[in-house]
T-cell receptor, first 114, second 111 residues
Framework: DQQVKQNSPSLSVQEGRISILNCDYTNSMFDYFLWYKKYPAEGPTFLISISSIKDKNEDGRFTVFLNKSAKHLSLHIVPSQPGDSAVYFCAAGILIQGAQKLVFGQGTRLTINP | NAGVTQTPKFRVLKTGQSMTLLCAQDMNHEYMYWYRQDPGMGLRLIHYSVGEGTTAKGEVPDGYNVSRLKKQNFLLGLESAAPSQTSVYFC??????????FGPGTRLTVT
């Protein structure tokens, strides 16, 4: 049972345009959401996060939107740059048995074309 | 400040062999995690630790054991490797926030 889903395995965007990566979740107990970026042969690195009490968080070119009623979050990158080409994972945080855990989506490979 | 480091980076095992993956962090984090990443499946939690001397099972713990004898180290053991354990293994640590810091990964192949 995949609680966090990224339904697009890949996305191709032209440099300078907006990239929109989507993520859906099923568990209403998730209280925190994060996006990670991963380059080949490296570990995931934290990009941006949002608490469940907010609907938007912005950090430079990156904005995360949360729609709790739809159980949907998205990451917007504007403008997209070649260095943004990577695999992006969304993750949802939940407190279970006194420990905070993250549940990850399958990832979306973003390719920025010059 | 090296962050989270993992040893080794690559390893090839034969079915039935054993090995230990080492994770070390120098950020004084209480919480540490072991994940595996397989194509199309994201990162899945194997085991985790909420502090020195404590460990707990995650989503896919079968075939793995862990130990957290020192706060800065979290070891993942495979007692009898199987081809299904071919994967990329990531260690992570965190403080009180949800944000986890990941190591560079260990690519393990079991033949």
């Amino acid at each position: 049972d995949q609680q966090v889903k990224q339904n697009s395995p890949s996305l191709s965007v032209q440099e300078g345009r907006i990239s929109i990566l989507n993520c859906d979740y099923t568990n209403s107990m998730f209280d925190y959401f994060l996006w990670y970026k991963k380059y080949p042969a490296e570990g995931p690195t934290f990009l941006i996060s949002i608490s469940s009490i907010k609907d938007k968080n912005e950090d430079g070119r990156f904005t995360v939107f949360l729609n709790k009623s739809a159980k949907h979050l998205s990451l917007h990158i504007v403008p997209s740059q070649p260095g943004d080409s990577a695999v992006y994972f969304c993750a949802a945080g939940i407190l279970i048995q006194g420990a905070q855990k993250l549940v990850f989506g399958q990832g979306t490979r973003l390719t920025i074309n010059p | 400040n090296a962050g989270v480091t993992q040893t080794p980076k690559f390893r090839v095992l034969k079915t039935g062999q054993s090995m230990t993956l080492l994770c070390a962090q120098d950020m004084n984090h209480e919480y540490m995690y072991w994940y595996r990443q397989d194509p199309g499946m994201g990162l899945r939690l194997i085991h985790y630790s909420v502090g020195e001397g404590t460990t707990a099972k995650g989503e896919v713990p079968d075939g793995y054991n862990v130990s957290r004898l020192k706060k800065q180290n979290f070891l993942l053991g495979l007692e009898s490797a199987a081809p299904s354990q071919t994967s990329v293994y990531f260690c992570a640590s965190r403080t009180l926030d949800y944000e986890q810091y990941f190591g560079p990964g260990t690519r393990l192949t079991v033949t």
